[in-house]
C-alpha cells in the first residue's frame, strides 16, 4: 500500500500515477467544462466545425465501425488533437483499463468510460484513481452516480438513448430520475440518510454530501437525443451543467454548423426565450434525418 493510504493497482508495469492528480483536480478540471456543450466527432472537418460553433470539448469517436466496438484508432486521436485547439475526450471500454492507459499515453484530456461501446468486463469498472487524467462515467439513478464517483469518476454522464435516433424521452426519464432521488434525500432526516444510502448501493460519505451541497458532488451533463437547442435547453432547465450532443447532428445536414451553433447557444442561454427562439428558427428540414420512425414509437409504446 502507498504511503498516502491509495492501492496502486495492476502491478508495476502500469503507466499510471496515482501521485500526480489528486480527485480534486481532476473534479477541477471537469468544472471548466461547466455551462458547454460537448460534441462528438468523428473526422477533422467535424472537429473544425464544432469548436468554431463553440464546442467546450471533443468526443472523438469511430467512425461507422463494424462488428464489436471499441476505442478509437489513436492515430485519429492525434490528427484531430492537431487541428483543433480546444480539449478532446475519447471512449474506452467498461473495465478496459489498458485501453485507458492508452487513451491517456496519447494526451486526450478526459477519458469517457462509455457503455454505447462493447462492454470489457462486466462485473468491474476502471479503477479510475490509477490514472491522471479525469474520467467520465455514465449514470441512470442517482446510485449508479455515486458509485461511479467512488470508483474515481470526475464528471457523471446522465445518458438516455444510445441508437441515435433524436429520441430524447429515455434522456428526460433518466435526468428526472437523479434530480429526483436528490430533492428526496434533500427533504430527509440525518437519521434517514443511512437506509437511504443503503437502499440506493452508494457510498454513505458520497450521500452525506450530496445532501449538503443539495447536488452531486460533481459535474453533472446530459447525453443521448439531444438534437435541438430545446433539447439542450431542456436539459439544463432540469438542473444539468451542460450536454453531450452525438454526431448525428452532422449528418444529412446541409448546415451543420448552424445546427451545432444553436445548440450551443441554447446551453449558454438557456433561460432566455428570445435567444432559444433565434437558435430554433430554420431548423426543421436539417433535423429530417433525426425523427423517430412511426414503428420505432410503436416498439416504444409497447
Same mark, same amino acid.
Request: one cysteine or more.
Given at each position: ?39 462528438? *466527432? ?6 473544425? =466545425? ?9 468526443? &472523438? ?15 485519429? &486521436? ?7 485547439? =480546444?480539449? &478532446?475526450?475519447?471512449?474506452?471500454? =467498461?473495465? /478496459? ?8 499515453? *496519447?494526451?486526450?484530456?478526459? &477519458? ?8 470489457? #468486463? ?8 490509477? +490514472? ?28 438516455? #438513448? ?30 434517514? *440518510? +443511512? ?8 457510498? @454513505? ?14 459535474? /453533472? ?5 439531444? *438534437? ?28 451543420? @454548423? ?10 449558454? /442561454? @438557456?433561460?432566455?426565450? /428570445? ?28
Amino acid at each position: 500500500m502507498a504511503e498516502d493510504g491509495v492501492v496502486t493497482l495492476y502491478n508495476n508495469t502500469a503507466i499510471t500515477d496515482t501521485k500526480k492528480n489528486p480527485v480534486s483536480i481532476k473534479v477541477g478540471l471537469t468544472q471548466m467544462l461547466r455551462g458547454g456543450a460537448i460534441l462528438e *466527432v468523428s473526422n477533422t472537418n467535424q472537429a473544425k =466545425i464544432a469548436e468554431e460553433a463553440g464546442a467546450c470539448c471533443l468526443v &472523438i469517436i469511430e467512425p461507422n465501425r463494424q462488428g464489436i466496438s471499441r476505442m478509437p484508432d489513436p492515430a485519429l &486521436i492525434k490528427q484531430i488533437k492537431r487541428a483543433v485547439s =480546444i480539449p &478532446i475526450m475519447s471512449r474506452s471500454r =467498461i473495465g /478496459h483499463f489498458v485501453e485507458a492507459q492508452i487513451l491517456e499515453r *496519447v494526451g486526450v484530456d478526459y &477519458i469517457d468510460e462509455n457503455e454505447v461501446l462493447a462492454i470489457a #468486463d462486466e462485473f468491474n469498472f476502471i479503477n479510475k484513481h490509477n +490514472f491522471r487524467c479525469p474520467f467520465v462515467c455514465g449514470c441512470r439513478n442517482l446510485g449508479e452516480a455515486l458509485r461511479r464517483v467512488r470508483e474515481g469518476a470526475a464528471m457523471i454522464r446522465t445518458q438516455g #438513448d444510445l441508437s441515435g435516433t433524436g429520441n430524447i424521452v429515455e434522456t428526460v426519464k433518466n435526468v428526472r430520475c437523479v434530480m429526483g432521488e436528490i430533492r428526496i434525500l434533500n427533504n430527509m432526516d440525518e437519521d434517514e *440518510v +443511512f437506509a437511504f444510502s443503503k437502499k440506493i448501493a452508494a457510498p @454513505y460519505d458520497l450521500v452525506a454530501q450530496t445532501k449538503q451541497m443539495g447536488r452531486l458532488p460533481v459535474v /453533472h451533463f446530459a447525453a443521448g437525443g439531444i *438534437v435541438t437547442p430545446a433539447d439542450a435547453a431542456l436539459m439544463m432547465q432540469l438542473g444539468c451543467d451542460g450536454v453531450f450532443v452525438g454526431s448525428e447532428v452532422f449528418d444529412n445536414c446541409s448546415d451543420s @454548423y448552424k445546427r451545432v451553433r444553436g445548440i450551443v447557444e441554447a446551453v449558454r /442561454h @438557456y433561460n432566455d426565450p /428570445h435567444v432559444l427562439v433565434e437558435n430554433s428558427c430554420g431548423l426543421e428540414g436539417e433535423m429530417a434525418g433525426l425523427n423517430v420512425s412511426e414503428e420505432s414509437m410503436e416498439q416504444f409504446g409497447e
